[in-house]
């Protein structure tokens, strides 16, 4: 299940810039808590309980890592809880920074795994290919060479294990013998791979004028009346913001605008924004099962 993935490449571009921005900046509690527990649950429909597993594995403990190294080194704050080893006051409006931009880091991750795993490497020329050519060019193959590398390599790792030159046995100085010689076939394989790369571009005319370019993207009804929704939902979550509806700090003490309609409704309609590809997801799926239903 996978359907805001089919949308246009410039629905799910300006969808992901609107989050992730919004995420990396709103440190409003109730704005980090949407964020995180929205990502959270899209990446877990993008790629099933790997996801849940790899968040709850490594994504945890950076949360509490993240939450106790501020404390250690930022003191400012008026309620004091003790005083360190060190002397410095231990403060809960440093705690409460710390959890935030941990969990606030720990969002942003979420999203940009949702990011990879919709916004192709296609997707990504499509829409940049005339405007920064080259750059979005090197952007893709970049993005496409990481995992055919680690592909190519556990390939090369697993043939040079059955003739007994793996990493995992024998002395250290044995072992640093056979990772040296897996790693200079993958370079040799990375080089040739560029240079089989660069004689298929040739051949298909890259770089000569007058070039076309296919493309299998269409932008129907469908993406605009999801573009304006985000666009709308973006707008007035980000003109809220600025006129102070979701204000919070942190220090010298924790302080934030008061609770008001105008403050709930930028709120839901963050909330709407994130949870909008998760509600793409429910809907699709109901509709399909509504048709099999028929049939």
Request: with cysteine; charged share 15%; proline share 3%.
């Amino acid at each position: 299940m996978n359907e805001f993935k089919m949308y246009h490449p410039f629905v799910n571009f300006i969808y992901f810039l609107c989050v992730i921005g919004f995420s990396m900046f709103f440190m409003h509690p109730v704005c980090l808590a949407v964020s995180l527990v929205c990502g959270f649950a899209y990446s877990a429909i993008l790629k099933g309980a790997k996801a849940v597993k790899i968040n709850l594995i490594y994504m945890l403990p950076m949360l509490i890592i993240s939450a106790l190294i501020n404390p250690a080194f930022n003191h400012e704050g008026m309620t004091i809880l003790g005083y360190l080893p060190s002397g410095n006051p231990l403060t809960l409006e440093s705690v409460l920074y710390g959890l935030g931009a941990a969990v606030m880091i720990l969002s942003v991750i979420c999203w940009f795994s949702c990011y990879n795993a919709v916004m192709t490497s296609d997707k990504f020329v499509y829409l940049f290919g005339k405007i920064i050519p080259s750059l979005s060019l090197v952007l893709s193959m970049t993005l496409r060479f990481v995992p055919k590398f680690i592909s190519q390599f556990k390939v090369v790792a697993n043939a040079q294990k059955c003739i007994g030159r793996d990493i995992s046995n024998g002395s250290i100085i044995k072992r640093a013998r056979n990772g040296i010689s897996i790693m200079s076939i993958m370079v040799t394989w990375s080089l040739e791979n560029s240079i089989e790369t660069s004689d298929s571009m040739k051949s298909r005319g890259y770089g000569l004028s007058g070039r076309t370019a296919f493309s299998i993207f269409t932008f129907d009804k469908r993406d605009r009346n999801t573009l304006i929704c985000i666009v709308l939902l973006g707008i007035y979550v980000l003109a809220g913001s600025m006129a102070g509806g979701i204000y919070f700090r942190y220090f010298p003490s924790m302080g934030s605008a008061k609770i008001s309609i105008f403050g709930i409704s930028i709120f839901t309609a963050y909330f709407a924004l994130c949870a909008l590809p998760i509600i793409i997801e429910v809907w699709e799926d109901r509709k399909w099962r509504i048709i099999k239903s028929k049939i």
